[in-house]
């Protein structure tokens, strides 16, 4: 099976990085996924590590210990747009092919 | 289509109905997913399809839901003798493999009363 873990919530000052974690456990990893989420609308996809290391883009980046099962995804410069949920996502590789199992997401507050 | 397209958006039907709820993936797009979310969770695995062909279909709740993809294309989620407890968000996403990232529609809100 599959279980993905993330803090519920977080809070943070508009200009300022915070890092969210996910921890995860699999039995055929085959990637990580973060996705973020506005209230009331779809995921969209922000970044992919498969290989361990930093992966960055722009204001966000993401981190991936395979052998830990730990990933991070970094925000910078912080700004009230940013304020959404995000989800972390683990491919799973099983027999017949590819399953993205998704943790419950962690809801980020940016304040002014 | 220039995105992935679900409808209805929005769906109320009594208890004991059968719903169909259809999703038009991006245009191309080889990998489809099915997607249940409750307010405040992330999105909970249903089932998926490359092709026509369902590879997955462990997260299916029981046998009143069943998922098809005929063509390859477009795909429907049916929902056999509704519960309250099927009410929520249906979302369906589509990738263009398995490997890549994937791109969700807008959603249907499935409310069962």
């Known amino acids: 099976g599959q279980n993905i873990d993330q803090p519920t919530e977080m809070t943070a000052t508009e200009g300022a990085i915070v890092q969210i974690n996910c921890t995860y456990q699999?039995?055929?990893?085959?990637?990580l996924f973060w996705y973020q989420q506005h209230a009331g609308e779809a995921p969209t996809f922000l970044s992919y590590?498969?290989?361990?290391g930093l992966e960055e883009k722009g204001r966000f980046s993401s981190f991936l210990s395979r052998s830990k099962g730990y990933s991070y995804l970094l925000l910078k410069e912080l700004q009230m747009k940013d304020s959404a949920s995000y989800l972390c996502a683990v491919r799973d590789q099983e027999t017949g092919g590819f399953k993205t199992i998704f943790g419950a997401g962690t809801r980020l507050f940016v304040k002014a | 289509g220039a995105g992935v397209s679900q409808s209805p958006r929005y769906k109320v039907t009594k208890r004991g109905q059968d719903v169909a709820l259809r999703c038009d993936p991006i245009?191309?797009?080889?990998?489809l997913y099915w997607y249940r979310q409750a307010l405040g969770q992330g999105p909970e695995f249903l089932t998926y399809f490359n092709y026509e062909a369902q590879q997955d279909k462990s997260g299916l709740p029981n046998d009143r839901f069943s998922a098809e993809r005929p063509e390859g294309s477009i795909s429907t989620l049916t929902i056999q003798r509704t519960e309250q407890r099927d009410s929520a968000m249906y979302r369906c996403?589509?990738?263009?493999?398995?490997?890549?990232?994937?791109?969700f529609g807008q959603g249907t809100r499935l409310t069962v009363v």
């Open positions: 996403a589509s990738s263009l493999d398995p490997t890549s990232e994937a791109f």
């Open positions: 245009s191309g797009h080889v990998s």
């Open positions: 699999t039995s055929g990893f085959n990637g």
């Open positions: 590590n498969v290989l361990d």
